[in-house]
């Protein structure tokens, strides 16, 4: 089964939800996962910001429902990590 490991994500955001609110409400809807934002450019009312997902088995529906709730939007999928382990039912 394929998993995502990382991705970076290139999101419009507005300022509100601030990036500590935001990164914290993507996290708690994706448990185990480890968030990096960083902020790439700034106007009046928004803001460019990478964000880097990191985690075992993360949903792409999820964060991107979670983005698009807070207001954000997904310009770009800069880079991606995935992993295919075992099915389900093997043994490594």
């Known amino acids: 089964m394929v998993h995502i490991k990382r991705i970076v994500l290139d999101v419009l955001k507005p300022?509100?939800?601030n990036a500590l609110d935001f990164?914290?409400?993507?996290?708690?809807?994706?448990?185990?996962?480890?968030i990096r934002l960083t902020v790439a450019a700034m106007d009046e009312k928004t803001e460019t910001v990478l964000?880097?997902?990191?985690?075992?088995?993360?949903?792409?529906?999820?964060?991107?429902?979670?983005?698009?709730?807070?207001?954000?939007?997904?310009?770009?999928?800069?880079?991606?990590?995935?992993?295919?382990?075992p099915l389900e039912h093997e043994t490594p």
Do not use: Y
């Open 15 to 17: 300022h509100n939800p």
């Open 23 to 34: 990164t914290t409400t993507i996290a708690e809807k994706v448990p185990g996962c480890k």
């Open 51 to 85: 964000l880097i997902i990191e985690g075992e088995q993360m949903s792409f529906n999820v964060i991107t429902e979670v983005i698009n709730s807070l207001g954000g939007s997904i310009h770009s999928i800069d880079e991606v990590e995935v992993e295919n382990g």
